[in-house]
């Protein structure tokens, strides 16, 4: 439980200067996760549809990225390799959301 907070309380001093483009199709855990990142982020960008997360990404920058591991329009493994050529120093974590709950 300290880790925990301790980590939150690291995330709200330091995230709010990053931003954020978060990936994932349903649209409730976006809402949910969207929600809980305006929090600790200073701008969260959601979009659901993987297709349109290069373009994205070139039109703005993005400090960190957080995407689903199962995308139904993209293979999430060429979406990071796309990302990373554009930006090799681009931060990218991939989660399983749709086993994750949030309170």
Known sequence: MLDECFSQQLLKENGKD??????????????????????YFSEVKTISY????????????????????KLTDVDVVKL??????????KHIIVILIKKMQIF
């Open 18 to 39: 990053l931003k954020l483009l978060f990936i994932v199709e349903h649209a409730g855990t976006r809402l949910r996760f969207g929600n809980l990142f305006n929090k």
């Open 80 to 89: 990071c390799y796309d990302i990373k050529r554009i930006a090799p120093k």
């Open 50 to 69: 993987a297709g349109y997360a290069i373009d994205k990404f070139k039109e703005e920058y993005f400090d960190l990225i957080i995407t689903d591991l």
